[in-house]
């Protein structure tokens, strides 16, 4: 089972069409993410100076200890189903993959030192004991949060949460969890299309697991939040009055821009825009009928 579906291949050509699972199916997954590789490197990055009140509340953010143990632990695991990998294109995707997430980890580190941000020590990694396994739980727990990430970030560019120059430092890791979210779907529909039986059972029941997983601990954060209504102080901490429909439209509407510059004939992430369109018509200012 994986978190996608054909895209709606209608006024495509013949020739357009690419089989889920063919040797043209990697190609395109993995090339996607091959070739539109940023070579930007962190340590030239110049932090821009930030005004006390927008240094307060970057500083005053409770997560970038998490953050970084979040990309650290993501770089593993991806590198070790790369070094699992018997096939060479995927292998050298997934491991550009790695790369990409370490390199995340750090930016976050330049970032904490540049502006004396305080962080707790790091902890030590948990051992892997199976490298898939591992994969897919991380490229669910991505689709996840990248999916309201993509609204908050847009969110804070509109408000001005953040200056301008410190947002752009920040816009490319954004635009990576996109390509990496792209390239997850595709590789779970590659892997079950050529599995056996078995493997497809294995593959779905590995899916549904992360799934629940990932979605539990979201439900867990959330009881952690005093006041329920965490949009709504989302929307107050970057300075706009936000409605529940609003973000998550804004959540599907950024999520699909960010993906909408790479080949629609791969498979698209359906999963969180699908639940955040089904949730916004029970909510308050959806139509009637």
């Known amino acids: 089972m994986s978190d996608s579906s054909l895209e709606n291949q209608q006024g495509f050509s013949s020739r357009d069409i690419v089989a889920i699972g063919s040797p043209a199916h990697k190609d395109l997954f993995c090339h996607m993410l091959l070739d539109s590789f940023d070579p930007y490197r962190p340590a030239v990055i110049a932090w821009p100076d930030l005004a006390p009140d927008a240094h307060g509340r970057l500083t005053a953010l409770p997560f970038w200890d998490i953050a970084m143990e979040t990309e650290e632990m993501a ?47 790091e902890r030590e990694p948990a051992m892997l004991a199976d490298a898939q396994w591992a994969f897919v739980r991380t490229g669910y727990g991505e689709i996840f949060d990248s999916f309201f990430a993509f609204g908050l970030f847009a969110l804070a560019r509109q408000s001005g949460f953040f200056p301008a120059p410190l947002l752009e430092v920040f816009e490319p890791i954004v635009q990576e969890e996109a390509r990496h979210n792209l390239f997850f779907v595709n590789w779970v529909a590659y892997m079950r299309a050529n599995a056996g039986w078995a493997g497809r059972v294995a593959l779905d029941r590995q899916c549904l697991a992360a799934l629940a997983l990932q979605a539990w601990g979201r439900i867990g954060a959330a009881r952690e939040v005093d006041d329920k209504n965490f949009t709504r102080i989302g929307g107050e901490t970057i300075g706009l009055e936000l409605k529940p429909r609003d973000f998550l439209a804004l959540c599907v509407a950024e999520n699909e821009r960010r993906l909408s510059r790479y080949d629609r004939r791969l498979l698209r992430p359906r999963l969180m825009p699908g639940l955040a369109r089904l949730i916004s018509r029970f909510l308050p200012g959806a139509a009637r009928h």
């Open 75 to 121: 770089a593993r695991r991806m590198q070790a189903l790369a070094d699992a990998t018997t096939d060479p294109l995927i292998r050298e995707a997934v491991a550009l993959n790695a790369f990409e997430e370490r390199r995340h980890k750090e930016i976050l580190g330049h970032m904490v030192r540049a502006y004396g941000i305080n962080l707790r020590p």
